[in-house]
T-cell receptor, first 112, second 112 residues
Framework: GAGVSQTPSNKVTEKGKYVELRCDPI?????LYWYRQSLGQGPEFLIY????????DSGLPNDRFFAVRPEGSVSTLKIQRTERGDSAVYLC??????????FGSGTRLTVV | DQQVKQNSPSLSVQEGRISILNCDYT??????FLWYKKYPAEGPTFLIS?????DKNEDGRFTVFLNKSAKHLSLHIVPSQPGDSAVYFC???????????FGTGTRLQVFP
């Protein structure tokens, strides 16, 4: 597609449940990034993939968070045992070379 | 520890006048700086960037100035237009990393 696609756009889940958030990057982009934006804050880095491998996962807050990109294209961010503090907009971005990355519209996750 | 700071949460400017958005950073390893613009329910959109080897970069109505000694950058928009009303994020990255550190954003409102 023309842009970065994220699904679902909204997700409401109960505390303790497992969720998966999907990102479909721009075709041909090798770099893929996940960020999280809480209310009143700027986007916060979570993880960066170069191809299939996680080049930098230093932003993942704890071991409840995990992300995969098995074929170097679509990526899934997985959150286990969700907590109310996980509520945020999860943003995915993809990029070619350099710093011109393109963000998707995000998935708004609400944990109730 | 907020490495990128945008101390003005909001700014209101009359159409046709100049908008100046400010950003300060603390990490001397940052060597690339970007501004993103964000409309509600959309992902951030890249606006303009500057490398630490420059002190100014201009693109149409948008100019970014970098003062490395003061660890300060600013975005000038002139003339401001109502369509510029959005939240503006300053972001920075360090040498040899694609991870961006964002500020908390400044909401710009341009009124007629």
């Amino acid at each position: 597609g023309a842009g970065v696609s994220q699904t679902p756009s909204n997700k409401v889940t109960e505390k303790g449940k497992y969720v998966e958030l999907r990102c479909d990057p721009i075709s041909g982009h090798t770099a893929l990034y996940w960020y999280r934006q809480s209310l009143g804050q700027g986007p916060e880095f979570l993880i960066y993939f170069q191809g299939t491998g996680a080049a930098d996962d230093s932003g993942l807050p704890n071991d409840r968070f995990f992300a995969v990109r098995p074929e170097g294209s679509v990526s899934t961010l997985k959150i286990q045992r969700t907590e109310r503090g996980d509520s945020a907009v999860y943003l995915c971005a993809s990029g070619g070379q350099g710093y011109g990355y393109t963000f998707g519209s995000g998935t708004r996750l609400t944990v109730v | 520890d907020q490495q990128v700071k945008q101390n003005s949460p909001s700014l209101s400017v009359q159409e046709g006048r100049i908008s100046i958005l400010n950003c300060d950073y603390t990490n001397s390893m940052f060597d690339y700086f970007l501004w993103y613009k964000k409309y509600p329910a959309e992902g951030p959109t890249f606006l303009i960037s500057i490398s630490s080897i420059k002190d100014k970069n201009e693109d149409g109505r948008f100019t970014v100035f970098l003062n490395k000694s003061a660890k300060h950058l600013s975005l000038h928009i002139v003339p401001s237009q109502p369509g510029d009303s959005a939240v503006y994020f300053c972001a920075a990255s360090a040498y040899n990393t694609d991870k961006l550190i964002f500020g908390t954003g400044t909401r710009l409102q341009v009124f007629p």
